[in-house]
């Protein structure tokens, strides 16, 4: 992926959609110059509105050197459906941002629009690289020692054993790229009853991670409650229960805050008390929550998911995750587990004594 | 089943596990005391170790006089396999517990024992009224305005529609007789991506409740985070999602509380403000936890499971649920709308014109 930095010279482009999310260039530009000042020798590829962007480059100077504007006229609506977005996405600052990776000119992009938008379009340009439907996204969530990356949060609903296999050999690669540890642990989720341990798919899977043929540090089954105890660091699931579980998690931690708001400002006395934990409770706060970015696995390149209100930190921070990971040897990571997949789904041979074909 | 008190001549009498949960009979029987103290004709039936159940009695004179011991020898172990229990629960305080409602002698059951043998020996000994494989699980969950009812969260892994329908159905009677709320509002668990809702059982289930042969008030899709908002009232879901989401909830809220207590800690003036704030601190952390008490819905009679740590007031608190829902018009109400399942579950007419059969 790297070496083909086409008609650009610097070693690390990143393609930026300058439009999407719910600010566009006024938090995106300032969010490219944090990020930037960081990464000494990248540059930024910016797909947008030109003179939108114009406007805001001038107000940091620095950062015109080092980024290339590619406009477009149109963009896509946060609420456009997928469908839409395919039909009419081409020429829009995403379609362009996602596009600039298959030409060669960027390691890797970075959007903060429509998310099933960016999905259709990413499959569209880039072509899923594994045996995948859609795009696998992934979801970073806080826990005691760091966090967890928890896929599929989303995107694939229907999904049989060897697909979350995939998921097993993406969310580990990526782990490993994004947090620089050297064999993340991973666990399949599932129900905790004794009777009846989950789907067959579920099953199986546990089957195919278990035998060892796919070089993971598989540790089995997890419950709901593991993916914020972080008793493995990649947790992986279908994107149905991925997409439930995520939004509930994000649910009752609003659902707590709100209520603990409430509760400290209830009486002069506790308002006192809250005003003097207040620094304490906003390090809690930025602990709480999880990283803006969330990359889109299983694709021909790499495509970062930041948040539609992502604020300029948070922007910066996912350019940040996306270098860091264009950087590591993720792409062959998966590559070289995904050879070992076929090999792994062979099923187990049949008793010979069993007759029946 | 209220007209059917059996042998016992009060009108309300529920059955007792004396032996379930981590403590036995030092929190069942204080619970119990604490409980009967709001129900002035209730009475009590007591399965247990009797000696056991006796000693803690002497401790609580006026308790003895409103309750029935039936000694049983055994106990069904926490870790116990539910086939095993079923095996070899019958003599067991739990078994026992149970059987007495189908005898005739109480009209509910209350245990904190394990909750796969408790589902399985109900079902054994009570039989399944709707159509279903075994028990749903509900959970009830704090939000703004009081608890959604959230079910099935653990019984059932595989649900096609009919069974998410009859979820809905069971969810709303309990949510009505447990809250008394005259007409629960009633959302099918989904995910957000507009391209592709969710399972094919979720987009029938779905039609057939929008469909209005079935009668409740039925308000579409929910999301994961509706859960602890509070959009609707009951929330309904297959076993296997509602199990990892009631986790992954609980586990989000502790690590939240964890990180809060340490936060709050950290330092000499932040726990002067944690020492100030503590009863606004100790409200809040009442009001995030959820009723004790989970009913196992579809049997013919009423079992409730408490958590297996509760406490005195928990666990009194079960009984009294056991209780207000036991003297409700919950099993009527189940009954009459399932009555109307087979209607609702047939299928659309196909257009006339299409040949195929």
Not at 254 to 266: C, H, P, Q, V
Not at 286 to 313: I, T, Y
Request: aromatic share 4%; net charge negative; hydrophobic share 45%.
């Amino acid at each position: 992926m790297g070496d083909e930095s086409g008609d650009l010279t610097l070693p690390l482009v990143i393609s930026i959609d300058a439009m999407g999310g719910d600010h566009g260039p006024s938090v995106v530009i300032p969010a490219c110059a944090r990020a930037l000042a960081t990464m000494p020798t990248a540059r930024l590829l910016l797909h947008g509105d030109e003179p939108a962007i114009r406007s805001e480059l001038a107000r940091h100077r620095d950062l015109s050197a080092r980024c290339d504007i590619r406009h477009s006229d149109r963009v896509i609506a946060m609420d456009e459906k997928p469908a839409q977005a395919m039909r009419r996405g081409k020429g829009t600052s995403m379609w362009n941002a996602v596009e600039a990776i298959r030409e060669g000119h960027a390691i890797a992009a970075v959007s903060a629009g429509n998310t099933g938008a960016l999905m259709a379009i990413s499959k569209l340009i880039l072509r899923m690289s594994a045996d995948l439907d859609r795009p696998a996204l992934v979801a970073s969530v806080p826990n005691p020692n760091g966090v967890t990356t928890f896929l599929d949060v989303g995107a694939n609903v229907d999904c049989n054993a060897a697909r979350l296999v995939e998921f097993a050999i993406m969310g580990e690669a990526y782990h490993r790229a994004a947090h620089g540890v050297a064999r993340p642990t991973v666990g399949l989720l599932n129900v905790g009853s004794e009777e009846m341990k989950g789907h067959e798919e579920v099953r199986e899977a546990n089957r195919i991670l278990r035998e060892g043929v796919i070089d993971l540090d598989y540790r089995g089954f997890v419950e709901g409650d593991d993916i914020t105890a972080g008793t493995v660091q990649v947790v992986v699931t279908d994107g149905f229960t991925g997409n439930v579980a995520l939004k509930a998690m994000e649910g009752a931690a609003r659902f707590m805050y709100d209520e603990l708001g409430t509760a400290l400002t209830s009486g002069p006395v506790t308002s006192l008390g809250a005003l003097l934990a207040r620094p304490s409770l906003r390090r809690f706060r930025d602990k709480m929550s999880p990283p803006p970015a969330a990359p889109l696995l299983g694709l021909n390149g790499l495509v970062l998911k930041c948040h539609g209100g992502a604020d300029e930190r948070e922007f910066a921070n996912a350019i940040l995750a996306a270098s860091d990971v264009a950087q590591s040897g993720f792409a062959a990571d998966i590559e070289q587990n995904m050879r070992r997949l076929p090999q792994a789904l062979v099923p187990v041979t049949p008793a010979p004594a069993d007759g029946a074909a």
